[in-house]
């Protein structure tokens, strides 16, 4: 099954494993989770000492036929974009599973609870490896379900309305991707006469103008509900606010990572001509939606509602870094999900321990927790500085090299000879620019409200509200030092998604100059695909 396969499919069978073990054995469900998890993590750091950073394409790649007459194959692949994807995933989980506040305040059902979040890993971790659409779309409505369970069961007082919402709103854009990938299986039949789902074959196929609109705005509302970007944002802070603890935090650190990635390995290769049409909207929406999760999590009172919204704002950052076409800004784009990932994490494992605490998240019930609470207090505040942005600290990077992408890429578009994306980077950039001002406003006045002030409310100074111990400073210590690392060292994370990268950037350079030449082209595939392959596709067809 090779490396991939077996991280991609270890977190499923440990969900089986839990399964088996009487409901009443608590302590071994937990064993047997964080043992499958960190085993998950560990296998996870063996991609690293096997990846080349000098190779573009994919790597450790696993292609086994699962239905072959309908030319499905269970084809997995790492490259630079989607390596660190996997490991926040295999990081993240045992860190969630690990920290006593993951359940939440309904410690109920432990060995479901577990079960949910191994299958929900397994679905996450297949749909950033899959090559094949296929099997991306099955990873994809994975995550769904046990994600649904999670907010359902374990979440607070509206977890019913905040768990059929998010179903609702990711399943409107799941069904059309599928209608989209669908019409590309039939178009390459219609072409080569073979029944595949290939990535590859799907990313060099070059549809005339119009089919080419119509399917990557299925592809890219799907994603665009997963980042999530305004408009289509308001199902996130419902889900978030009900959610448990290690809900939000993998809801938070992982699955909106989906739509951003979906972007960049599926909508804009497989659709350039449609991406650089609509990227002047999309961008828009990213910069309005910076602006607007900023503002919207200043006049929160609800602190986890807080939270929520701010990863609105920097998902927009992300999302406009990936728009830009430059491998500054792209790198940037890549490196901020993952900061974004330790930091917003790290928010919610705070989030959840002063609820754990207090009952509350009224930012108003809160006051001088500094005195009460100060190691919590100081771990609190690294991770704060970190969401802001603070050099040193992860945030930084990501956030300086989108706007550096930004700002160089009406320059960088007229080099590589195409036509202007926005017409005006600059300003995108410099409006985007003043969410890092809004993010110290919001986050640092939020750290004002709970930890300083006086110590005046009798429910603060009670005995149960004590320090972070144990499991919890393990847990905020592996938060902090990843969040230093990535702060003061993003040379090994640079170093292996460049290759990649520029790969990219180029491909989709020549496949839109190639469509741009005539985008009512009748449906082929692009001039560059090696001939050896297109020999394949046409020598070798499966008729279902």
Known sequence: MGLLGWIALTPLLGALLVMLVPKEEESIHRGIGLTVAIGTFLASLLILGDFDRTQAGFQLVVNRPWVASLGIN???????????????????????????????????????????????????????????????????????VPMYFIIGIWGGERRLYASIKFVL???????????????????VHTLTGTWTFDYATYASLMLPRG?????????????????????????????????PTGGSVILAAVLLKFGAYGFLRFAMPMFPLAAWSAGPAIAILAVIGIIFGALMAYVQDDVKKLVAYSSVSHLGFVV????????????GGIYQMLAHGISTGGLFFGVGILYDRRHTRRLDDFGGL????????????????????????????????VLLGTFTAGKTWQTDGLPPMFWSPMLLAAISATAVILAAMYLLTMYQKLMFGPLDKPENKADHVRDIHGRERWVFGTIIVAALMMGLWPKPILDRTEASVKSFVTAFRERLLDADKNPNAPARFFPALPAAEKTALNTNPVTP
């Open 211 to 243: 089919p080419q609109m119509l399917c990557f705005g299925a592809f890219a509302l799907a994603f665009m509900i997963k980042v999530p970007l305004f408009p289509l944002h308001t199902w996130l802070p419902d889900a978030h606010v009900e959610a």
């Open 320 to 331: 406009l870094g990936l728009l830009t076409l430059t491998a500054p800004g792209i790198q």
């Open 74 to 144: 269970f084809h997995l692949g790492v490259d630079g974009i989607s390596l660190w994807l996997v490991l926040l995933t295999t990081f993240m989980v045992p860190l969630t599973l690990f920290s006593p506040q993951a359940i939440g305040l309904r410690n109920i059902r432990v060995r479901e609870f577990i079960i949910a979040m191994l299958v929900l890993e397994t679905g996450m971790l297949g749909a950033f490896l899959a090559l094949d659409l296929f099997v991306f779309y099955v990873f994809w409505e994975v995550m769904l």
């Open 169 to 187: 709103y990711t399943l409107v854009g799941s069904l059309l991707m599928l209608a989209a990938i669908l019409y590309l299986y039939a178009q």
């Open 370 to 401: 500094w005195a009460k609470m100060p190691v919590f207090a100081a771990c609190f505040l690294v991770i704060v500085l970190a969401s802001v942005g603070l050099p040193g600290l992860c945030g930084f990077v990501g956030e300086f090299m």
